[in-house]
């Protein structure tokens, strides 16, 4: 998407000064349902109104990564803090030790 999306709507639409979420009204979704839904497709979130009140957001849905390819991962761990192994595994011991206790009794 380039450039930033401002919804072209009635007097009543605007974008707040604290938020970069445009506001539309409930006719505006009506009569532009598929140039709305293209913009929050692309990422665009609104608030929509009816009679100048807030009712609810249209926000795009955060799409699920199946797949973090090799130089991802490397770059993430680089940042990551260092792990105490004998650390961590002395709590894994102990949640294991917890959860076959649990169905000992």
Not at 74 to 88: E, G, L, Q, Y
Request: hydrophobic share 35%.
């Amino acid at each position: 998407m380039r450039g930033h999306y401002v919804a072209r709507c009635s007097n009543r639409c605007y974008i707040d000064s604290m938020s970069s979420q445009p506001e539309i009204t409930q006719r505006d979704l009506r009569m532009r349902s598929k140039e709305i839904m293209d913009a929050v497709e692309h990422g665009q979130a609104f608030t929509v109104t009816r009679d100048g009140r807030s009712i609810g957001e249209l926000v795009p849905l955060r799409q699920r990564r199946r797949f973090v390819s090799r130089a991802e991962f490397v770059a993430m761990s680089r940042t990551a803090p260092a792990i105490d192994t004998d650390a961590f595994r002395a709590d894994q011991d102990a949640a294991a030790d917890q959860a076959t206790g649990a169905y000992d009794r």
